[in-house]
């Protein structure tokens, strides 16, 4: 099993797989030439990208992300400013501090490589890093790959067999079994899930945990919400328009001319475009579909009769559980599934949360997930620039309704359906591995190939 708290993870954006992902793999690199007492030897550094990451490198921070995490930067807390205003440094000659303890020459040009068209064997984010000594030997090497999530694995945890995962008193390995389980103790999924990570750490600590995990979400709203008009980056002179919308929506609020249903849409419209902006957001489950968890929990707080935080805490825990079966089973990763598996998961993860918070049944809460899910199979990934502007940020928005109008519609029924949530999973994975590459966070099909190159 894995823990709540690796599915939300406070990061930056412009994504997990390629900014979170990235930095942790570059800081891991560094741990491990700690370790092996080879840092201090170090005269060059050499980071080279492939497939996916190199092809978006640019747009989806992971060159700053790599750089930064070389000296120790922590996505959780990293300033994104600091980020900026360092990597510009380091693009300009400026020396490497290897885990900000150690000194390095570094050539932009030579040691940070972009192989766009050359894609390792294990998965579409592929990265490798190795360091030299300063008569040219090589001190050490590492692969590491970068799976959806902010999740990083290196070449050999990828072939080795699955780990066994947290130990935990209930452990499911699909909807069937969490059902079951949940039954057989006659709990939710949400009592189920705080029973597993208690054996970890103290409900307490859990509680408060996720409690700071939904703050952290409603300032990212907030933020995205206060900004001005402000250009996105990137060349495409996407202004940001959260901001707007929300004046116009609380205008025609007061004026009683309002549909709500427009709300979860702007929340999440303003977490997307911060995350766009690589500001500071929760990877639920990645960063590309950050907008529509924190958006249906926000409209959840604001507009359903007796929400508390009991309530957030168990909208959490029951979106986790579901994410955790698509994390285990297919994959949160739209270089590898497309954004199926990005806004997809995250619309389904949302739709199943909602609808327990409502007071739904086991039944309705996994139709809700498969509905949410089954509208979304195919969606490709093809971001304009490789940025995580055009489609992703109205594509949160869309989605987080969604997740609120199928959780309603699951409600109005008994839960009995067709397709179980475990077959549309199995169906997702099957469909991401149909599609063609050039869908799958390359840029390179759809509507990154509609619109011109930005004249920058």
């Known amino acids: 099993m ?24 570059a800081r891991a690199f560094v741990r491990l030439l700690r370790h092996a007492g080879l840092l201090a030897g170090v005269a060059r550094i050499e980071a080279a990208l492939y497939g996916s990451l190199a092809l978006t490198g640019e747009g989806h921070g992971t060159v700053n992300a790599v750089l930064l995490g070389l000296e120790g930067a922590d996505p959780a807390n990293v300033d994104p400013a600091w980020l900026l205003a360092r990597a510009g440094q380091l693009r300009a000659g400026a020396a490497l501090q290897l885990g900000g303890e ?21 998965h579409a984010n592929g990265m490798r890093f190795r360091a030299f000594s300063a008569d040219g030997a090589e001190l050490c090497r590492e692969v590491y790959y970068s799976v959806g999530g902010g999740f990083v694995q290196t070449e050999a945890e ?30 939710s999924i949400a009592q189920l899930v705080m029973a597993n990570e208690c054996a970890h ?16 979400m409603a300032d990212c709203i907030q933020r995205g919400s206060g900004h001005d008009e402000a250009e996105l980056p990137g060349g495409y002179r996407v202004r940001r328009r959260a901001p707007a919308i929300m004046k116009k929506l609380t205008q025609l609020q007061y004026a009683g001319r309002a549909d709500i249903m427009l709300w979860p849409m702007v929340y999440a419209i303003a977490v997307s475009e911060e ?12 960063n590309g579909a950050a907008g529509i968890i924190p958006a249906v929990l926000q409209y959840y707080r604001n507009f359903a009769p007796n929400a508390s935080d009991e309530g957030v805490v168990d909208f959490l825990l029951t979106a986790a559980a579901i994410g955790m079966l698509y994390k285990m089973n ?52 093809d971001p304009v620039g490789g940025l995580v502007q055009v489609p992703c940020v109205e594509r949160n928005g869309v989605a987080a309704e969604k997740a609120i109008k199928v959780a309603q519609l699951a409600l109005l029924e008994n839960g009995e359906h067709l397709v179980s949530l475990d077959k549309v999973i199995e169906t997702m994975l099957r469909t991401g591995q149909d599609m063609q590459h050039s869908y799958k966070e390359t840029a390179l099909g759809g509507l990154a190939l509609t619109v011109g190159v930005p004249a920058c």
Do not use: W
């Open 275 to 286: 995350n766009a902006a690589g500001g500071r957001v929760v990877t639920a489950p990645t």
């Open 201 to 216: 750490r103290s409900e307490a600590e859990v509680r408060r945990g996720l409690l700071d995990i939904a703050a952290v």
């Open 158 to 187: 990828l072939d080795a067999p699955p780990a066994g995962g947290l130990a935990v008193p209930y452990p499911f390995a699909s909807a069937a079994e969490l059902i079951a389980l949940c039954r057989a103790q006659n709990r």
């Open 2 to 25: 894995i823990s709540v708290f690796d599915l939300f993870k406070i990061g930056i954006g412009p994504s997990s797989s390629h900014t979170v992902g990235p930095m942790r793999a």
């Open 102 to 122: 150690h000194t390095v020459d570094f050539a932009f040009a030579r040691d940070l490589q972009l192989n766009k068209h050359q894609f390792l064997p294990r």
């Open 330 to 381: 297919a994959s949160i990763s739209g270089a590898e599934v497309g954004c199926q598996g990005e806004v997809g998961v995250a619309c389904s993860m949302a739709a199943g949360a909602y609808c327990a918070v409502l007071g739904g049944t086991l039944a309705q809460i996994e139709n809700a997930a498969e509905i949410a899910m089954e509208h979304h199979l195919g969606l490709t990934c």
